[in-house]
C-alpha cells in the first residue's frame, strides 16, 4: 500500500514536499528499496504525467517540466518516497501519485506501474 501526502495549496514560487509512504510489502513481496518508485501526475483534462523516477540503485529521472525544480529521494529505513518540489508554478497544479514496480527499466515513461497511491491534490495559486 501506498499512501501520499504533504499536498496542499501554496503561491507561485514556493515550496512542497510530498511523501510518500510504503506499507505491507511482507505479504506481497514488496520490498521497498529494491523496487522503482515513481512520482506522477495529472490535471483535470489532461494524462497522466510520469515527473520524477528514483531507482532501486538511487538513480533518478526527471521529466523536463520539472527538472531543476523538483528533487525525489526516498528514506528506505522508513520505507518513504519523497519529491521536494521548488519554484511552484500554476502550470504545476494537479493530483500527485507515487507508484511502484520492479526496477527494470525505470523511467518516467515507463508504462508497467502497477502499485499505485490515492493521490494528494498540489494546487499552484
Known amino acids: 500500500q501506498l499512501v501520499e501526502s504533504g499536498g496542499g495549496s501554496v503561491q507561485a514560487g514556493g515550496s512542497l514536499r510530498l511523501s510518500c509512504e510504503a506499507s505491507?510489502?511482507?505479504?506481497?513481496?514488496?520490498?521497498?528499496?529494491?523496487?522503482?518508485m515513481g512520482w506522477f501526475r495529472q490535471a483535470p483534462g489532461k494524462q497522466r504525467e510520469g515527473i520524477s523516477v528514483?531507482?532501486?540503485?538511487?538513480?533518478?529521472e526527471f521529466a523536463i517540466s520539472v527538472k531543476g525544480r523538483f528533487t525525489i529521494s526516498k528514506d528506505n529505513a522508513k520505507s518513504t518516497l519523497y519529491l521536494q518540489m521548488n519554484s511552484l508554478k500554476h502550470e504545476d497544479t494537479a493530483m500527485y501519485y507515487c507508484?511502484?514496480?520492479?526496477?527494470?527499466?525505470?523511467?518516467?515513461?515507463?508504462?508497467?506501474?502497477?502499485?499505485w497511491g490515492q493521490g494528494t491534490q498540489v494546487t499552484v495559486s
Open positions: 528514483i531507482d532501486d540503485d538511487s538513480s533518478t
Open positions: 505491507g510489502g511482507e505479504d506481497t513481496g514488496f520490498v521497498f528499496s529494491t523496487w522503482c
Open positions: 507508484a511502484a514496480k520492479l526496477p527494470f527499466e525505470c523511467y518516467v515513461d515507463s508504462s508497467d506501474f502497477d502499485n
